[in-house]
């Protein structure tokens, strides 16, 4: 029995109240939102409140950050919490004692898919940016899906979408639902890990998957032409090396911004023109073809979609300009993405100057960029967060972009950031901010002086 409502009862039954633990979890603001606009009366934690969490209080939640004492209302029928935090967490401990509901996040997204026509996006950020490409598809197509992202999409209003109709779009977490679960009809796996694991991951959620359902994996030139087997579910790749059932094909690039067709089988499906700049929105788009024509969505409405798509938050978006200097921001997470984007932004913006304002994650999570990503860079800044002392591997990114030729230097916090930007940005430049935390915010920082200089 359904005591919370997460079985996605009609509107209007309650109102009920949730609590959401580890709000910084990838889904949970998305989640959160959804929450809200289905009538629940949301709370939640996050160790630091951070660009999320405003957002989130904008619509409503009350947010706490770090572990504020009795976070958790007393009224709370359901609390959900990422799987990292543990159950000794203060929220989680005082919802035990109270009696409260727990559920993870992907028992809640399980829960969510099995409501209709369920599909899963799989493997971080790239599935995230395939997750909302599906769902703007079907949202422009006048479906009206329901929609829980990782990243926020501006055409999707947020990272969260309640919908009405048959179709929910989540993205899930890595492992595929337990045999208590059901699975999700539609499994779109976009992992871009080494190929060894690739057939097992997909033969897994493909053996989770109801009868009749679909999965959907990424695949390279490294993958073997042929997918796992798995009785009464079927099983595709995709890729833009040839050869797989779903092949990118003609890929042709014009000033960042990519045209490519799709086949299937080696049969042409459509050709689409994308406005969103860099390659990786390639693989996404192509993968929303193949998902979207699995729901029966007609191949005009599809391209007609994709087209349109804006891209998602922090994913090389344009923040405007500020007194002739253009803001792009990018999360820019795990290897190589830092080169990425400057790539990009190499492309779309030819010889103008570009800095790189860099923060970078926790020391010793693996996410640091290597020196020779920031090479089409002419000017770079590390953005660091740990004082005066500065972080030891801040540090020493500065100085081995130093002995790579490279200008850079070192800034404390945000504020720190921006004056240093002060000293240097001039008219044409273009600002770069890439990384983790709230960096995407110093180019809210600047636009914010435009609006006071124009009510000064």
């Not at 976070?71 to 967490?89: D, F, G, I, M, T």
């Not at 479906?143 to 989540?170: C, M, N, W, Y």
């Amino acid at each position: 029995m359904d005591r919370t409502g997460m079985g996605l009862a009609p509107v209007g039954k309650g109102p009920h109240q949730a609590h959401l633990v580890g709000l910084d979890g990838r889904g949970m603001s998305g989640l959160a939102q959804m929450l809200v606009q289905r009538g629940f009366v949301v709370t939640g934690s996050a160790p630091v409140a951070g660009p999320a969490s405003e957002e989130l209080r904008r619509l409503g939640v009350r947010v706490h950050a770090g572990h504020a004492p009795r976070s958790v209302p007393r009224s709370a029928r359901l609390l959900v919490y990422n799987p990292e935090v543990p159950p000794e967490h203060p929220d989680r401990v005082s919802a035990a004692r109270w009696g409260v509901e727990q559920s993870s996040s992907p028992e809640v997204m399980a829960r969510l898919l099995s409501r209709g026509v369920g599909i899963a996006a799989v493997g971080g950020r790239k599935a995230g940016l395939a997750a909302a490409m599906v769902g703007w598809a079907l949202t422009h197509a006048g479906l009206d899906p329901t929609v829980v992202l990782g990243t926020p999409s501006k055409q999707l209003g947020g990272a969260g979408r309640l919908g009405l109709g048959p179709h929910v779009v989540v993205e899930a977490g890595d492992e595929p639902p337990g045999a208590d679960q059901p699975g999700a009809e539609i499994a779109l796996l976009h992992d871009e890990a080494d190929p060894s694991g690739r057939p097992e991951t997909l033969r897994r959620w493909a053996e989770a998957a109801p009868a009749g359902g679909y999965v959907l994996g990424f695949a390279d030139e490294r993958d073997a032409l042929d997918a796992p087997a798995v009785s009464a579910v079927e099983v595709e790749r995709f890729s833009l090396a040839p050869g797989h059932a779903w092949w990118g094909a003609d890929v042709r690039e014009d000033r960042g911004c990519y045209r490519f067709r799709a086949f299937h089988r080696g049969r042409f499906a459509l050709e689409v023109r994308l406005q969103v700049p860099g390659r990786r929105h390639v693989l996404g788009a192509l993968a929303a073809v193949a998902v979207c024509g699995r729901v029966d969505l007609a191949s005009r409405a599809i391209k007609e979609a994709l087209e349109e798509f804006g891209g998602v938050s922090r994913g090389f978006e344009s923040r405007g300009s500020y007194r002739g200097v253009t803001l792009i921001d990018d999360e820019a997470s795990g290897p190589l993405a830092v080169a990425e984007a400057l790539a990009v932004a190499r492309e779309v913006f030819g010889r103008r100057r570009l800095y790189a304002a860099y923060r970078p994650g926790r020391d010793g999570d693996g996410s640091w960029p290597l020196p020779s990503e920031f090479a089409q860079a002419d000017r770079v800044l590390v953005v660091d967060g740990a004082g005066p002392s500065g972080s030891p591997m801040a540090g020493a990114l500065v100085g081995a972009l130093i002995a790579a030729g490279s200008v850079a230097d070192r800034a404390e916090g945000l504020d720190g950031a921006i004056r240093e930007l002060d000293r240097h940005l001039e008219p044409g430049d273009v600002l770069v901010t890439l990384g983790a935390g709230d960096v995407g915010t110093i180019a809210d920082a600047f636009l914010r002086r435009l609006s006071s200089d124009r009510h000064g």
